[in-house]
């Protein structure tokens, strides 16, 4: 339990933060007794939004699949329905279907992938996963890994940025048995596998620290992950709920760059704001698939982003089970797309979806069938003043520890919330 | 002695670091437990908080060349390694970043995006996006055994197509780049019906000629081609521009 000691002021520098996507920094100063966090990303952008201007947008899924090795579906869709509602255009039910199965699929493969590899390892003291590989969690997570990866592999032919999603689904030809075919086989047998994984994670010790910040997530009926709508909830820090359109989401986002970083933050409302596994449980907790409740039940859920780490291996379970649930559903759909792109003058398309990470936001606009421009906010640039304030109460709080055992903590922090660096990068502090 | 080998990223997605994580067992089983020593590898081994590049015989390097600690990085690198293998587009050829960059240059703006050979000598390639996995097990095994000539494919992603049975996105007038892509990958986007968007490189075999001839049958423009090639192709564009160019002029 984190409790108030005086603080005793010293600066804390991670200048490259471990086990991590991508590069970031993080700096606390003390200021006047207070500590101030400063954290942003280090490497460069690649400066894919900007890449796709007088592209035409059916590369544009393609394309934005590479801002993120780890959660590349998650841009693809968000990409692929940013173009399609630019045009009005809504995909028929087995294309939907199809999406979400890879979107699932990527999902866990990703929070596995974190969690075995990232986020677990140093909370058990291991920075080698040469040797934490030997342990029953490494074992199960990446075996879990393996056939979620070899399914992705199976529908698309490559195991990351798999081309799979396509405006208008142009070039979709698949029947829904052969699908079911190739991913129920690998899936349903990992359902044991997936019960002791869960419950060993979820017994895996993580500091107890509560900060309550406001939290966003999509407004959807199903668990927010499931379902694509045109609105996202927010919730106050006096747990006042209200609604925002998908469409105005950005209008509502101010963006901010520390110095010497490569990229900007967000600010919503003037605040920090979290999102991601923790938030969408906190909010859509009696969403989950029933299968995955009673693991939920096993946490005292609270504003604690430690237990973010909880919340991905939770997800893991309703997400399997809804995966399960999907396929049985697809087997009867021959999924076709369109055989031809339709055209327009001018279209503003926007799509906000659930990352593993949290919400993501792609933003077109077009002219002529042509990208005239291309805006892309990630669920880190959201997160990272929260990542900030967090580490700001635990250094005020737990400065005694002393400097090492407080990077530490810090890095442990940082890790639950899972960033993605290179994808925060797409909103690049050059080309404001 | 075991091959001591390091995975590092620059500028990237860590789509090629990831993907090879995917598979780390496979690896061990190839190489052996006592065949392969990782010293450092982004998100798998990071023993220290301080920054630390470890004495190697294969360094690996995922990511294009953006900043000035991605340079300085990559010199450090290549002075503590014995073999330095650019790992993906990024490192390979500087995918999508190589000319998205333009926009800013043009606006005074100093900043750069380069593959890892316009920086430090690199002895190997795996070109893709991701780098296939079979290619880099290839790698370390014949440095393993002392091998330093390691066979690329010289065919095109048509050679792939054709295999697999996948109908022509070009005999469609999609604008696929498959014709002068490096093969090796499996043709994945055209087995999807997306046209190839060339991330594998320019192939030995590219037959830029023949190229031009089919895309002005089916009325794709050389403009379209152009802006396709920018997104993946990165430094092989030049080159290719050069060709294409001159073709386009006398046919």
Redesign the interface.
């Known amino acids: 339990m984190i409790h108030d000691y005086p603080s005793i002021c010293y600066e804390v520098q ?3 933060l ?6 970031a920094r993080l700096i606390l100063r003390c200021i006047d007794g207070l500590y101030k966090a400063e954290f942003y990303p ?7 939004p ?2 796709l ?4 947008p059916l ?1 544009a899924p ?2 934005t699949s ?5 959660c ?1 579906s998650a841009h693809a869709i968000a990409s692929v329905r940013a173009v399609e509602n630019a045009y009005n255009y809504k995909p028929n039910q087995g294309v939907e279907l199809f999406r979400l199965i890879v979107h699932l699929l990527n999902h866990i ?1 990703s929070n596995v ?1 974190h969690l075995t ?2 986020s677990i390892p140093p909370l058990l003291g291991y ?4 040797k934490f ?1 030997f342990s029953r969690i490494y074992k199960l997570g ?1 075996r879990i ?2 056939k979620v ?1 070899l399914a992705i592999e199976r529908l ?9 999603f ?1 405006p208008f689904a ?4 698949i029947n829904g048995k052969e699908v079911y075919n190739a991913v129920n086989e690998l899936i349903e047998p990992l359902l044991r596998d997936l019960d002791e994984y869960v419950t060993r994670i979820l017994s895996v010790e993580v500091p107890i620290f509560t900060r309550i910040r406001p939290l966003l997530s999509l407004n959807t009926k199903d668990y927010p992950k499931y379902e694509l709508t045109d609105s996202l909830v927010y919730i106050d820090i006096d747990g006042e709920k209200s609604v925002i359109s998908q469409n105005n989401i950005l209008s509502e986002m101010v963006f901010k760059r520390r110095d010497k970083a ?1 990229g900007l933050q967000v600010r919503l409302r003037g605040l920090d704001v979290m999102v991601g596994a923790l938030p969408r449980i906190l909010i859509h907790k009696d969403k989950l698939h029933s299968e995955a409740k009673e693991k939920a039940a096993m946490v005292n859920w609270s504003h604690n982003p430690f237990l973010n780490n909880y919340a991905q291996a939770v997800e893991l379970v309703s997400d399997t089970y809804k995966l399960l649930d999907i396929l049985d559903e697809i087997r009867d759909y021959i999924i076709e ?1 369109e055989e031809e792109a339709p055209h327009i003058e001018q279209g503003i398309g926007v799509c906000a979806v659930e990352a593993p990470r949290g919400i993501l936001v792609h933003h077109v606009e077009i002219r002529n069938d042509k990208i005239v421009n291309y805006k892309v906010v990630t669920p880190t640039a959201i997160n990272a003043h929260s990542i900030e304030r967090d580490a700001e109460e635990l250094a005020n709080k737990l400065s005694v520890l002393g400097r090492e055992k407080l ?1 530490s903590l810090i ?1 442990d922090l940082v890790r639950a919330y899972d960033p993605c660096m ?1 994808c925060s ?1 797409s909103l690049d502090a ?2 404001i | 002695m075991p091959l001591r080998v390091a995975f590092y ?11 090879i ?5 496979d690896l061990f089983n190839v190489l052996g437990e006592d065949g392969v020593s ?1 010293e450092y ?1 982004k ?5 220290s ?3 630390y590049t470890p004495l190697t015989d294969v360094a690996f390097v995922e ?5 000035r ?2 340079e300085e990085n990559l010199r450090n690198i290549r002075r503590r390694t014995k073999y330095l293998v650019a790992l993906g587009t ?1 490192a390979a050829t500087g ?3 190589y ?3 333009e ?2 240059k043009e606006k005074g ?1 100093p ?1 750069d ?1 380069k593959p890892l050979s316009e920086i430090v000598y690199v002895d190997y390639e795996i070109r893709g ?2 780098a296939p996995f079979n290619e880099v097990v290839n790698i370390l095994v014949k440095l393993s055994r002392g091998w330093v000539r390691i066979w690329q494919p010289d065919y095109t992603v048509c050679r792939e197509c054709k295999l697999s049975g996948v109908a022509c ?1 070009l005999d469609e007038g999609k604008p696929c780049l498959g014709p002068l892509t490096m093969g090796g ?5 055209p ?4 046209p190839c ?1 060339g991330c594998r490189g320019l192939a030995q075999e590219a037959q830029v000629e023949s190229y031009i001839k089919i895309i002005r049958e089916k009325g794709i423009t050389l403009e ?1 081609v152009i ?2 090639l ?2 993946a192709m990165g430094k092989h564009v030049k080159e290719l521009l050069r060709k294409l160019e001159e073709t386009y002029e006398h046919s």
Not at chain 1, 127 to 130: E, L, S
Not at chain 1, 156 to 164: A, D, E, R, S
């Open positions: 991670i200048k490259a471990r086990f991590i996507e991508g590069h280090t490497e460069g952008p690649r400066f894919i900007l890449a201007k007088g592209k035409s590369d393609i394309v590479r801002i993120c090795g780890i590349f493969q992938m590899l990232l920075y080698d996963n040469a590989r990446m890994a393996g990866t698309g032919k490559v195991t990351f940025h798999t081309p799979l396509t142009i070039g979709l030809s490569t797309g990077k890095e290179s990068v050059y080309s | 990223s620059l500028s990237s997605c860590m789509g090629c670091l990831f993907s994580a995917a598979h780390i067992e990782i590898y998100c798998f081994r990071e023993d908080s301080d920054e990511g294009v060349v953006v900043t600690e991605d990024c995918n999508t970043a000319y998205a960059v926009e800013l703006i900043i995006a996006c991701p996105l990958c499996g043709a994945p986007c087995n999807n019906g997306v968007i379209v802006g396709r920018k997104l």
